[in-house]
């Protein structure tokens, strides 16, 4: 898919506490930032998606008493897997990573916001109704496809990826500028899934 002016780069949560170091770490999280930097160079429209949870958040395992971190619960709207708390409004592990470097990106889409539901898409939140209104910018500023990158791989990028797809929009995820969080097998499975949406898997060495 080639780089047009209707392609925008979708920067995925590249935030502190995603990094080694911070309290919900990506293994080797930090290794992406140059490259998304350097990715982020050849697109006139670059969007950053931004993990934004209020305290108590219902995807929190200390939200839940006699939880563990990682542990499976049913919600309302489904599944939902425990995390150790992350991402919380306006701390500084919410904060981007200090290297990313995207003076040009003209929106930050903020996510996960709601208390009570989780969203790992960029686009549409767990309960899978409530949108998060990226779609209706993208497609009112003639955006057809969006390329993503970020973290973690095999839950927001994938989430985001197939929410893309779903939107109309053609999307394709670079998997050397992602890294994935791999619980019991998540990795594998994204990209599957992914493929069988029509998700388009490149190397940045497609790019540059
Ligand atoms: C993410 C788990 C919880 C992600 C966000 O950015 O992939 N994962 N919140
Ligand atoms: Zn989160």
Redesign the pocket.
Known sequence: MPITSRTALLV??VQND?IPGGS?PVLEGERIVPLINQLARQFQQVVIAQ?WHPRGHA?FASSHPGRQPYDVIQLPYGEQTL?PD?CVQASAGAEFHPELDLPHAQLVIRK?CNPDIDS?SAFLEADRRTTTGLAGYLSERGIDTVYMVG??LD??VMYTALDARAAGFNAVVVLDACRGIDLDGSLADAIERMQKAGVELIQSTDLI
Do not use: K, P, T, V
């Open positions: 995925i949560d995603f919900l993990d995807s995390w992350h996960g790992y973290l973690a839950f927001c």
